[in-house]
């Protein structure tokens, strides 16, 4: 590095842009779980028919998230994201709008067509801007921000819900020329225009200011640029280009990659409860009413995002102290996921609402412990094509929230809340089985196959 030049710090500005989009991310999937009670009184719409739209979104992310994540690598995460961003906050605001049943499921799967390949794009915007050795840390503060995301937007989402339909804000609207018909709306529509108008605000500024390579930003130093490609091999400034036809079949057989996907499919479809049934599960078994819920079931994933970076910062000091890289990682996602397995069993076992909060909490922590860990790994083994890995992973992963809040809701219905805490802890036991056919220290293709150096 240059020792007559401080590194600018570029960088932690582009982590600040992505940390603003996890946090959105989480906060629009969520927000339904917040509104569904009202949601089902004013469409008439029953639990599994809220469960199957809710799937619906989790469906359409997963089979579309390689494809997003192949334009992501083909025509650069500038532009991808940009292009994410903005259709899912059209379809956000657009689910305000929904009249019933149908209209509402096919404006939940266009919202999961609209996002997917945003977690594959910031991947491969980790790989462009931050050294390796600050991935594990970087990958957990994106968790942490995305599991407050869904936190915060049960709350937010609520006191949305309950200052639109205040008496006080009909009043002010109806004397506004051109605002007075938001006084005639429900309030949980109003909710879902205004959660689409923050993303459209975020694309913005991200596609003025964002480059997708670091020597494409002109206040990028030498030096900062140097930290950056420090421990990385030297790639091409040229950021956008297509993975070569033949490495398909090395990313499809890769048996790291695989296997990471189904520790996602186990752990997504026992961690989806938090996205989904969590709400009805305090109304229904520990007898709360939405309103006086809302921050408990928030805490959960408030846990799990200090947990995504504790354990991301973990496991930097693991890998840089430690000569077995498996180990060092792997240790992580198998104790949190065998811990969450263990409070879910517990659950049925409750005799409280704060008995339930508690377990819950350390649930959701304990599978995100090795977040970091594993984004790290799934960054590490993609390498320049970080954007079409983390597709194919979450896109085998996401089928866990796709049919989870279907599966959850016959199980609920048939065989009662115990019932379904246990296949939930059966399914953290399998993800943490999945670490064992992982390889974090091998790409899934050979360096020979990296693009042309300029």
Same mark, same amino acid.
């Given at each position: 590095m240059n020792s007559t030049q401080q590194p600018t710090i570029v960088r932690h500005w582009v982590m600040v842009y992505l940390g603003v989009l996890a946090f959105l991310t989480y906060f629009d999937r969520i927000c339904i779980s917040r509104a569904q009670a009202a949601i089902s009184v004013d469409l008439g719409i029953t639990k599994e028919q809220m469960g199957i739209i809710m799937g619906a979104f989790w469906f359409a992310y997963a089979i579309f998230e390689l494809p997003a994540g192949w334009m992501g690598d083909r025509y650069g995460a500038r532009v991808t994201l940009t292009r994410i961003v903005l259709a899912w906050s059209v379809f956000t605001a657009l689910s305000g709008v929904a009249t019933g049943?149908?209209?509402l499921f096919i404006y939940r799967f266009l919202f999961g067509i609209g996002e997917a390949g945003a977690?594959?794009?910031?991947?491969?915007?980790?790989?462009?801007?931050?050294?390796?050795?600050?991935?594990?840390?970087?990958?957990?503060?994106?968790?942490? %921000?995305?599991?407050?995301?869904?936190?915060?937007?049960?709350?937010?989402?609520?006191?949305?819900?309950?200052?639109?339909?205040?008496?006080?804000?009909?009043?002010?609207? &109806?004397?506004?020329?051109?605002?007075?018909?938001? &006084?005639h709306y429900e309030p949980w529509r109003i909710s879902f225009w205004t959660a689409g108008v923050l993303g459209a605000i975020w694309c913005v500024a991200f596609y003025g200011w964002f480059r997708d390579h670091p020597t494409e930003k002109k206040s990028v130093n030498q030096a900062e640029l140097e930290l950056i490609t420090r421990g990385s091999p030297k790639s091409s400034a040229k950021s956008d280009h297509g993975m070569p036809a033949h490495l398909w079949?090395?990313?499809?057989? #890769?048996?790291?990659?695989?296997?990471?996907? =189904?520790?996602?499919?186990?752990?997504?479809?026992?961690?989806?409860?938090?996205?989904?049934?969590?709400?009805?599960?305090? #109304?229904?078994?520990?007898?709360m009413e939405y309103k006086e819920s809302q921050w408990?079931?928030?805490?959960?994933?408030?846990?799990?995002?200090?947990?995504? %970076?504790?354990?991301?910062? %973990?496991? #930097?000091?693991?890998?840089?102290?430690?000569?077995?890289?498996? =180990?060092?990682? &792997?240790?992580?996602?198998?104790?949190?996921?065998?811990?969450?397995?263990?409070? =879910?069993a517990l659950i049925p076992f409750v005799q409280s609402p704060t008995q339930a909060i508690v377990l819950l909490c350390i649930a959701e922590a304990a599978h995100d412990f090795g977040q970091g860990a594993n984004w790290s790994t799934i960054v590490d083994i993609?390498?320049?094509?970080?954007?079409?890995?983390?597709?194919?992973?979450?896109?085998?992963?996401?089928?866990? #929230?796709?049919?989870?809040?279907?599966?959850?809701?016959?199980?609920?219905h048939s065989a009662g809340w115990n019932t379904v805490f246990v296949v939930y802890a059966c399914a953290f036991v399998l993800a943490a089985c999945?670490?064992?056919?992982?390889?974090?220290?091998?790409?899934f293709y050979p360096d020979s196959a990296e693009p042309s150096h300029s």
């Open positions: 049943f149908w209209s977690f594959p794009n910031m991947a491969r915007i980790q790989s462009q801007w931050l050294p390796v050795s600050s991935r594990p840390r970087a990958g957990g503060l994106l968790w942490m %921000l995305a599991r407050w995301g869904g936190a915060f937007s049960i709350p937010i989402f609520g006191l949305m819900m309950t200052g639109f339909g205040s008496d006080s804000f009909r009043s002010a609207v &109806a004397d506004i020329p051109g605002l007075s018909w938001l &006084a079949r090395s990313l499809l057989t #890769n048996r790291s990659l695989i296997a990471l996907g =189904m520790l996602y499919l186990f752990a997504s479809f026992g961690w989806s409860f938090f996205a989904s049934w969590m709400p009805a599960y305090f #109304n229904e078994v520990q007898h408990m079931a928030a805490a959960p994933l408030f846990c799990g995002g200090i947990s995504c %970076l504790v354990g991301g910062i %973990l496991c #930097n000091i693991a890998v840089a102290r430690a000569k077995n890289k498996w =180990m060092a990682r &792997a240790l992580f996602p198998i104790c949190g996921y065998t811990t969450s397995a263990i409070s =879910m993609g390498g320049v094509y970080a954007g079409v890995a983390a597709g194919l992973i979450n896109t085998i992963g996401n089928m866990g #929230n796709a049919f989870q809040p279907y599966i959850g809701a016959k199980i609920i999945m670490w064992l056919f992982v390889d974090p220290t091998r790409k």
